[in-house]
């Protein structure tokens, strides 16, 4: 894997807004954190309670998530990156092979009541190189002025779908949908492959991620493919080229009925007059189930921190189920914690859907954390469009595109 030049680093890192001065001590650390205004007001307060408990002061520079890496290369190895860093867990994988994560295996045992899947999404080759704060994930996003009972198995599902969709203005195209999902993508269609036995990369379990075994050319994925493909050429109940704007907008205006999709919105629906109703991915009939997609916000140790010591001490205070408690409270009351004792019956009967949201994503399916990762959503989207326009059979598109991912990744690898 090529990472930026020695001679990029010594003209950019001058430019970079968060460089550590001289006067900078033990007595003090630098916290990168790339969150939503919420989340910062809370990491803030948490910054302040923690430095007069400790007198270690806290400089908290907010970064974009995307900047992250670049300037994490840029700035850690010259001494001027933070102490602390908020990462996605899908940059795990990356920023440990470029050695600018340090190994935190020892806060282990203060995630021990966290659900193993949240734990495990920021291991990298059975090292724990992160903590998890937050997950998002989705489930089934349903109007509740439309859909009086909610499907049991996704046959139902379509079924009913089929029966609400219609044309209510007479020009021949239905514009009141029963479901919509956008069949390319991977993200949110991913429950219908999970349940088929499909996967992304073979999960090797303590030894990690075997990038080398991939499993989209499987009978499950095929199988997955051909559904999305029956449900949008021949059942057509999907219309080709829906995408998620012209879902959430149709969803706005009362036109569509259930869909797959996280929290986020909710509040936004709810102000538009929708009752909204949140619910687990249903099974199949034959009692598959397929399990969500999720991604992890958390926290990382730099491995040039200049205070490590006092890093690893703000992290530990952060995790205290007492400081959590607050984060979650000054962030809004409506994030999905990795750390489910942070909730109380309080929060679950004044945010209706939370509850769900958490089971959802104590059993949801992590992104893999490894750079090939970053391969897989162009390729599966692309494979998807040509199926679902004829082009390719699912085997081809399918079986086409994993043998490209495969040829792409062998290269990487030397």
């Known amino acids: 894997m090529k990472y930026i030049a020695a001679i990029s680093a010594v003209i950019c890192i001058s430019f970079l ?102 734990v495990t999404a920021y291991r990298y080759r059975g090292v724990l190189m992160g903590v998890p704060l937050t997950v998002e994930s989705y489930g089934l996003v349903v109007n509740k002025k439309l859909v009086k009972r909610v499907p049991e198995t996704w046959e139902e599902l379509f079924d009913e779908a089929a029966r609400m969709t219609a044309d209510t203005d007479g020009d021949g195209q239905a514009d009141t949908y029963g479901f919509l999902t956008d069949p390319t993508n991977f993200y949110f269609t991913f429950p219908f492959y999970d349940a088929r036995g499909a996967y992304i990369f073979k999960d090797r379990g303590p030894s990690g991620i075997d990038t080398a075994d991939l499993g989209l050319c499987t009978p499950g994925g095929i199988e997955a493919l051909t559904l999305l493909t029956y449900l949008t050429r021949s059942r057509r109940l999907i219309p080709v080229g829906i995408t998620y704007p012209i879902i959430t907008d149709l969803f706005s205006r009362g036109r569509l009925a259930m869909t797959v999709y996280g929290t986020y919105l909710i509040s936004h629906w709810k102000q538009r007059g929708i009752d909204v109703g949140y619910h687990e991915i249903p099974p199949f009939a034959d009692g598959r189930r397929g399990r969500p997609m999720s991604t992890l916000m958390g926290l990382g ?114």
């Open 301 to 414: 140790v730099s491995a040039y921190a200049h205070n490590p010591g006092g890093a690893e001490r703000f992290i530990t205070f952060l995790l205290a189920p007492e400081n959590l408690r607050r984060f979650f409270e000054l962030s809004g009351r409506t994030l999905v914690m990795a750390d489910p004792g942070v909730y109380r019956d309080e929060d679950f009967a004044a945010v209706p859907y939370l509850r769900t949201a958490l089971s959802i994503a104590s059993d949801s399916y992590p992104f893999p954390n490894v750079p090939e990762g970053d391969l897989i959503w162009d390729a599966v989207s692309g494979a998807a469009e040509t199926a679902l326009s004829g082009t390719l059979s699912p085997r081809e598109a399918l079986c086409g595109t994993q043998e490209r991912l495969s040829a792409v990744i062998r290269e990487m690898r030397q």
């Open 17 to 118: 807004p968060c460089c550590r001065s001289s006067a900078d001590t033990d007595t003090s650390i630098i916290v990168w954190a790339a969150m939503g205004t919420d989340e910062i007001r809370a990491l803030k307060d948490s910054a302040d309670r923690f430095e007069r408990e400790t007198g270690i002061a806290v400089r908290i520079v907010e970064i974009g998530l995307f900047e992250i890496t670049t300037k994490l290369e840029l700035a850690a190895p010259a001494g001027k990156g933070p102490d602390v860093v908020s990462i996605s867990h899908t940059s795990v994988g990356t920023l440990s092979l470029m050695g600018l994560l340090a190994p935190l295996d020892h806060f282990s045992g203060l995630l021990a009541c966290y659900p193993l899947p949240l």
